[in-house]
């Protein structure tokens, strides 16, 4: 076990000794900064490990909350309609009302099952959560509603045989499609399809904003930034010619 530790650690050593290679690539020539992913920072597989079993905070509900819910004229900081707040877990758990281990006596959850539009989170037209999510957020209330965090990449970070059917399209709707998604999306981008992916990908767009590139406004606008591991999960999409 031990021994697969230290293989992987080589194999991560290795990516990124060999991804400058790549620096040529005109995509993401300018700037002249260095590349974040050239430095991926090995700190990104330490942490926690993710149990299937748990709903975590910080990686799970909360990108879910920036994204769905507070977009700008929303509950982001600066607009905080009715009060609420959904940019933190101190605002969270305040703003949104709730109640630990207690969904149905939660308005964070309350607002997302009601069925009458005028009551509704998100409000129409945007699309109301699916049931998944809707129940992500359900079980984080019932295993207590905790500020937790894990890490994905625990142990390794894979940057392999990356596609959108098997990454990049959770990622976008994680983290990206409840603004950049509906009838009105920010920057009049939508990102809820692999055209519409491949097309941010391709312009360079894409990697210039989670990467925090200079002259690229930072994405998940509000929101932490993406990790090291992510970013270059994506550019290595990107690099590949974004695989379906
Ligand atoms: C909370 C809302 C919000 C979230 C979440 C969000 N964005 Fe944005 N995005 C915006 C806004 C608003 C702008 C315009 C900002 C500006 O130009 O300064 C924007 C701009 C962009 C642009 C630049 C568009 C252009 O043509 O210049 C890209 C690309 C982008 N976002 C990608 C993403 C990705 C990828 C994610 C997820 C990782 C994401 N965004 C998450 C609100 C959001």
Known sequence: MRFFFVSLAFLGLFATLVLPACKHDPLFSGGGDPDPVDTLDPGTTTGWPCSPDSVYFEVQVLPLLISQCAMPGCHDAASHQDGVVLTTYQQVMATGKVKPFNPGGSDLYEVILETDPDKRMPRPPAAALTAEQK????????????????????????????????????LMSTYCTGCHGGANPSAGLRLTTYGEAKASGQSGKLYGVIARLPGYPAMPQGGA??????????????????PE
């Open 135 to 170: 129940s992500l957020i359900r079980k984080w209330i019932e295993q207590g509603a905790k500020n937790t965090t894990c890490n994905e990449n625990y142990g390794s970070c894979d940057t392999t045989n990356v596609t959108y059917t098997n990454y990049v399209g959770t």
């Open 225 to 242: 930034a993406l990790s090291a591991c992510a970013v270059s999960k994506v550019k290595n999409w990107v690099d590949k010619g974004m």
